[in-house]
């Protein structure tokens, strides 16, 4: 059985960092895609940073340069570092995996659509204060 445990969310004032960590149990992330999502009350699910097997990185435009996506293949752990936190970037943050397809061989915004991926953790709480 695939679990996702999303942790590291927290209160933060402008400005600020955070590390949000997902540790995978029943699936190895090494050669998988993951990704990371993000939701706030009344907003559609967005992608925001996705990782791919061959370790092809894609960012959403919102985050290019402050939000940065990896793996810890030792701790089958999917990262993302976070800076340069904005109030805009308050939501629900969640991990996925699992897309099929590379993305050197999918559309520039495969890796945001939420319905490519087939594993979802509960979600780490962010909150940017201004």
């Avoid at 370790?55 to 030792?74: L, P």
């Amino acid at each position: 059985q695939v679990q996702l445990v999303e942790s590291g969310g927290g209160s933060v004032q402008a400005g600020g960092s955070l590390r949000l960590s997902c540790v995978a149990s029943g699936y190895t992330i090494s050669n998988k895609c993951m990704a990371w999502f993000r939701q706030s009350p009344g907003k559609e699910r967005e992608g925001v940073a996705a990782s791919d097997s061959d370790g092809i990185t894609k960012y959403a435009d919102s985050v290019k340069g402050r939000f940065t996506i990896s793996k810890d293949r030792g701790k089958n752990t999917l990262y993302l570092l976070m800076i340069g936190l904005k109030p805009e970037d308050t939501a629900m943050y969640y991990c996925a995996a699992g897309c099929p397809y590379r993305f050197a061989f999918a559309g520039a915004e495969y890796f945001a659509s939420p319905g490519v991926y087939e594993h979802w953790g509960q979600g780490t709480q962010v909150t940017v204060s201004s």
